[in-house]
């Protein structure tokens, strides 16, 4: 008769939690600048785009003519 171990496995998947857990936690500073930078560029973006129309608003308002 054969009795299996299973605490090698819980081990195992503690430690995988751990480093996912860790992962997470030092991905954060690095997902906050990347908003950040998109967010800026963005406002550029709609910046450019309203000095384009003239009169610095969006004539349209994101809504196509319908013809």
Known sequence: MCVRDNSKGSIEL?????????IVVLA?????????????????????MTAA?????NSDSGQQDSQ
């Open 53 to 57: 129309n003239g009169n610095g608003s």
């Open 28 to 48: 954060m500073p690095l997902l906050k600048n990347i908003g950040e930078a998109t967010s800026s560029s963005l406002s550029q973006v709609y910046s450019g």
């Open 14 to 22: 503690i430690v995988l939690g751990l480093l996912a857990a860790l």
